[in-house]
């Protein structure tokens, strides 16, 4: 059984569709980061006017950076998420998906307008796509692509949604936050351990790096923005792709952030922008290490807490409580109510 290195200090550098974030994800503070207050553009330094695809050369990282120790997967952040949940509901989420399930679009529209704005940002990098493939357009296919007919969300609707939000989420990335700033990365696959992440946008902004993810939520009431903006504060993904960015980039990851585009009520984009310090990566890696090396030897219980909670389910209950609660998690049985991943599409 591989063990977590005990200290760091000398060794290891590092759409969801929720309407209505629990108020209970939010601390009243967040140890070791720097919270900034005022808009985020009134903390980016080095404004100038438009992004540039020449990187100028930044300061190297002066701490080692290596893979995770041999025997210890590098599980991203989707998987330790579903894992710090409920480890069963990881282990059934990776083999089962429900049978019978009301189809909403939430997911899709995320993954449609990150489409879009992929494209957009790797023709500001690079100019490396064809200039018929525009965000828009891009969006709209990959809408079109997962769409699942049905009668409550029509795709004439969420075509409008997506094209919207795509140029809006574009349009305030351009404004707010690429002047002074280099492209260094659109959609980055960085492969740790025997496991991937994407990095949605990496950004060069004088000599330190910042790595942006972009997030859509088709509707969140005002009331709920702080907590939610909070939660960018203590996120196991932002901490993950920062250690992440710095061992890939071989530079340091000064700033984290999402952008979040909210499509209703009223259409807009808030940023938190979460500055990184090394001894919140130390932290934030040694958490990392104990968790994968628990979920590499398969440690495995219910966490009966987390079978109700609407706030963990995109607001419904566990999609495998029947599998648990009438079945008793007997999964011999569970092909009435579930059907194997590798069927998915079929
Ligand atoms: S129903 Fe409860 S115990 Fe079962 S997988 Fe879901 S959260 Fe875990």
């Keep these: 059984m591989w063990s977590p290195t005990p200290g760091l200090s000398g060794g290891l550098p590092w759409?969801?569709?929720?309407?209505?974030?629990?108020?209970?994800?939010?601390?009243?503070?967040?140890?070791?980061?720097?919270?900034?207050?005022?808009?985020?553009t009134s903390m980016l330094p080095g404004e100038t006017d438009k992004p540039s695809s020449s990187a100028a050369p930044v300061e190297p990282l002066t701490t080692s950076l290596s893979d995770p120790p041999a025997g210890c997967p590098s599980y991203p952040p989707t998987e330790v998420q579903r894992w710090l949940i409920c480890p069963v509901f990881n282990d059934y989420?990776?083999?089962?998906?429900?049978?019978?399930?009301?189809?909403?679009?939430?997911?899709?529209?995320?993954?449609?307008?990150?489409?879009g704005v992929a494209v957009h940002l790797r023709n500001l990098m690079d100019g490396s796509v064809s200039p018929a493939t525009g965000p828009i357009a891009?969006?709209?296919?990959?809408?079109?692509?997962?769409?699942?007919?049905?009668e409550t969300w029509g795709l004439t609707g969420l075509e409008a949604l997506v094209?919207?939000?795509?140029?809006?989420?574009?349009?305030?990335?351009?404004?707010?936050?690429?002047?002074?700033?280099?492209?260094?990365g659109v959609e980055t696959s960085i492969e740790a351990g025997?496991?991937?992440?994407?990095?949605?946008?990496?950004l060069q902004r004088g000599d330190t790096l910042e790595v942006w993810d972009w997030k859509a939520s088709l509707r969140l009431?005002?009331?709920?923005?702080?907590?939610?903006?909070?939660?960018?504060?203590?996120?196991?993904?932002?901490?993950?792709y920062a250690?992440?960015?710095?061992?890939?980039?071989?530079?340091?990851?000064?700033?984290?952030?999402?952008?979040?585009?909210i499509l209703g009520p009223k259409l807009k984009v808030e940023y938190s922008p979460v500055t990184v310090t090394k001894e919140r990566l130390d932290q934030w890696r040694l958490d990392a290490e104990t968790i994968w090396a628990m979920m590499g030897d398969g440690f495995m219980w219910h966490n009966w807490k987390a079978c109700s909670d609407k706030h963990l389910h995109y607001g419904q209950r566990c999609p495998f409580y029947e599998g648990c609660?009438?079945?008793?998690?007997?999964?011999?049985?569970f092909p009435g109510l579930y059907r194997p991943m590798k069927e998915k599409g079929a």
């Design 243 to 261: 250690w992440h960015g710095q061992a890939h980039f071989q530079r340091v990851v000064h700033r984290v952030g999402q952008g979040l585009l």
């Design 194 to 202: 025997g496991r991937h992440r994407i990095l949605d946008c990496t």
């Design 138 to 150: 891009s969006a709209i296919a990959s809408l079109r692509e997962g769409y699942v007919q049905q």
């Design 93 to 115: 989420s990776a083999k089962w998906e429900p049978r019978v399930e009301a189809w909403t679009p939430h997911r899709l529209l995320g993954m449609a307008i990150h489409a």
């Design 325 to 333: 609660h009438d079945l008793y998690g007997d999964e011999s049985q």
């Design 15 to 40: 759409l969801r569709g929720s309407t209505s974030p629990s108020a209970e994800d939010a601390p009243a503070g967040a140890s070791g980061i720097n919270v900034p207050s005022g808009p985020p």
């Design 221 to 240: 009431d005002d009331r709920y923005l702080p907590d939610r903006l909070l939660e960018a504060h203590h996120s196991w993904q932002l901490l993950d």
């Design 163 to 184: 094209t919207k939000g795509t140029k809006r989420l574009t349009d305030s990335i351009d404004e707010k936050l690429l002047p002074g700033a280099t492209i260094l």
